[in-house]
């Protein structure tokens, strides 16, 4: 999960204009004639220049990132057909970074159609690779032949260097065009590529990559592929050098993500094969609550599921119930169990790899493969079944887990309509402590959460009662990762915020597309439950003290939105205020706040020989109504961090949680220590 600042200003109003006055004002901007002079056409890589929200998803740090992610999936791709076993990253301190493996090396060879090396058509052609059906790759991640190119055509510079044929060949290039024809360079005896790029500042908001998303996704790879070694290197910060390497693969990733976990057996594992598709499944079940399904397609990860997820669920609901009945651990008269009831605990990777995979999209988020539902659910099936006839102990123990999660489910169901008829919530549906805003407009209106009843009461003094509502909650809400729905329904303050949010509870899993509605007795993994569009306010702000209890108040209730209303933080409703921790007050009418000791420390600089007076604040109680709204209510003057979730970094954020939320207390520990030095002020680090 990733924070951002979220710019405030106070809202302008809006003039709105007749349909006459807008026909007119487009009238007046068309020019008379349209000819074949007015058409504009863009040469060899102009259109991603022109264009890269339509290449890379965009020209932020979204892009910027897909454009890193395309040229090492050429070099995974090499992996992947047996002709790789290392990639090598490095990020310079000019600001570039490279990709270098030992594959085949781009082919370097005069094309006798286009009269120029396979190498710079590679680089500076659209749809040009060897995944095609040339037979260079029989699987590819980077399908759609736009990868490298269109890093080459974002980037300030690039050089490629091939090492093939027994030599060395390099090319350079400047906003995509080539500075000189490909040339060798030396000898050698060696194989591979290496790509060193600079992304180009013209064309992008933001040139600064992040290591930690560029070393998540080097070790993802590394699990995805098993002995394939991956080495990052940082010249920046060499404290960071890191590599990764996993002999058992997706096995350790599922071990990985379940360190903090209470698991019921060893991981599961099988691997099988059909015709041009082959599929890898890592299983392991253990007694918490949550389910976690990661699924990739040629190392591609698909945060939104697809066919491959939907074949799995299937497979699992019908082989548990199945063997379940056949050893008589499910009675006759017994409904079978859901989708939902064999899922929970569940974590698990799908790992497929097959030819000419469809996506939905660009950034393949989803996989549409038609065939791969069948495959999927007929391989898994049949993995599973003989793992669960291969080992009964193990076997029971799923099907009791399953049969308790039957229940409690139920039980959830139960919990979650009973919240909407609470004796907290009074005559109009909503909890008698929420002081609630004039607009009924969600789009204006934000609800602050804000910790204890003195605070509260500033809030509600120094609000604005036209957009603004206050919620305040007494004490630490239920943690929710050591607890299953059903018991967190019984928390006060929990059924007070879904009432007062409006969009009831998800109290399935949550995961993508998981079997169908026949297996699942549900729709593709949704509820009627939890619905987006009720939502009241489009600003849900966590207001509490810049200090320890207040983070541990902030981290339990982000636990609670992302476990069971992960669609508020994927839509971005979901912020964090930042009150400050000092004012500093010079003479009688000068006050200036600080949120850190460094803010602070700067402030009292600048004032230089004035007298002044610098105050900690203990809490938001503590602060004047005033105060409260001038430094972290009014959008004019406050200081809010939205929260994203970032669906390609699941995993981690996963086992964020469950190491810093879960009932083991080493897994935790090892955590805070990996991080205690990035930490540069204990009551105030995001």
Not at 669 to 684: C, G, M, P, Q, Y
Request: with cysteine; net charge neutral.
């Amino acid at each position: 999960m990733a924070v951002k600042k979220q710019p405030e200003q106070k809202p302008k109003e809006e003039k709105r204009a007749s349909n006459h006055d807008v026909v007119e004002s487009i009238s007046k901007k068309i020019e008379t004639s349209y000819g074949a002079e007015d058409i504009q056409v863009l040469e060899g890589l102009e259109a991603v220049r022109k264009r890269p929200g339509m290449y890379v998803g965009d020209n932020g740090k979204k892009g910027l990132h897909q454009m890193f992610r395309e040229v090492l999936d050429n070099s995974v791709d090499e992996a992947l057909a047996g002709h790789c076993d290392k990639i090598v990253v490095e990020m310079y301190k000019d600001g570039s970074i490279s990709v270098e493996d030992n594959g085949r090396g781009i082919p370097v060879g005069i094309m006798k159609k286009e009269k120029l090396s396979a190498l710079e058509i590679i680089m500076t052609k659209l749809h040009a690779g060897g995944k095609f059906g040339g037979g260079g790759y029989k699987v590819s991640g980077g399908l759609h032949g736009v990868g490298v190119s269109c890093t080459n055509a974002l980037s300030e510079w690039l050089t490629a260097t091939v090492q093939r044929d027994s030599g060395i060949f390099t090319q350079t290039y400047k906003k995509g065009k080539p500075v000189e024809p490909v040339k060798q360079t030396a000898k050698s005896s060696k194989t591979g590529t290496k790509i060193q790029w600079k992304p180009d500042a013209t064309i992008l908001t933001t040139v600064d990559m992040d290591r930690n998303l560029v070393k998540y996704r080097l070790k993802e790879i590394a699990y995805l592929n098993a002995g394939l070694t991956i080495e990052f290197i940082d010249e920046i910060e060499p404290e960071h050098n890191e590599t990764f390497m996993f002999k058992q693969g997706i096995v350790q990733l599922v071990e990985d993500m379940n360190e903090s976990e209470d698991p019921l057996h060893k991981p599961i594992y099988f691997h099988r094969v059909r015709e041009d598709m082959e599929i890898e499944i890592a299983m392991q079940y253990h007694r918490g609550y949550h389910t976690n399904i990661l699924a990739y397609s040629n190392n591609i990860h698909q945060p939104d599921g697809g066919t491959h997820v939907s074949g799995f669920g299937q497979a699992l609901t019908r082989v548990i119930n199945q063997y379940a009945r056949k050893m008589n651990l499910i009675k006759e008269k017994d409904k079978n169990f859901t989708a939902d009831d064999v899922a929970e605990g569940l974590t698990a990777v799908i790992a497929l790899k097959l030819e000419n995979p469809s996506y939905n999209s660009q950034d393949k988020v989803k996989l549409v493969t038609p065939e791969v539902q069948g495959a999927t659910n007929s391989l898994v099936g049949d993995g599973l079944l003989e793992f669960l006839e291969e080992n009964p102990g193990v076997a029971k123990g799923i099907v009791d887990k399953s049969a308790i999660a039957q229940r409690a489910r139920e039980e959830a169901r139960k919990a979650a309509e009973a919240v909407k008829r609470s004796s907290a919530m009074d005559s109009f549906g909503l909890p008698g402590k929420l002081t609630d805003c004039v607009s009924k407009n969600p789009r204006e209106c934000e609800l602050f959460l804000v910790e204890g009843d003195s605070a509260g009461g500033s809030a509600k003094q120094a609000r604005d009662r036209m957009t603004q509502a206050v919620l305040p909650l007494r004490g630490k809400i239920l943690n929710v990762e050591r607890a299953r729905l059903d018991k967190a329904l019984d928390n006060e303050e929990i059924k007070a915020l879904i009432a007062a949010l409006g969009v009831g509870i998800d109290v399935e899993t949550g995961r993508a597309g998981f079997g169908d509605d026949t297996e699942t007795g549900g729709k593709n993994g949704k509820t009627s439950h939890f619905d987006l569009e009720k939502l009241r306010y489009h600003k849900i702000i966590i207001m509490t003290d810049a200090d320890v209890d207040g983070e541990h108040i902030r981290t339990l209730l982000l636990t609670f939105f992302y476990r069971y209303m992960k669609p508020l933080i994927m839509h971005g409703h979901v912020y964090l205020a930042q009150p400050p921790l000092f004012v500093v007050k010079a003479g009688s009418n000068e006050r200036y706040y600080a949120a850190t000791e460094a803010e602070r420390d700067q402030i009292v600089e600048n004032l230089k020989r004035k007298k002044f007076q610098v105050t900690r604040f203990k809490g938001l109680g503590e602060m004047m109504a005033e105060q409260l709204e001038e430094t972290t209510m009014s959008p004019a003057g406050r200081r809010l961090v939205q929260i994203n979730f970032d669906p390609q970094i699941e995993a981690e954020i996963e086992m964020m949680f469950s190491r810093l939320m879960g009932d083991k207390v080493e897994p935790r520990r090892l955590f805070i220590e990996k991080h205690a030095k990035e930490v540069t002020n204990v009551d105030w680090h995001y």
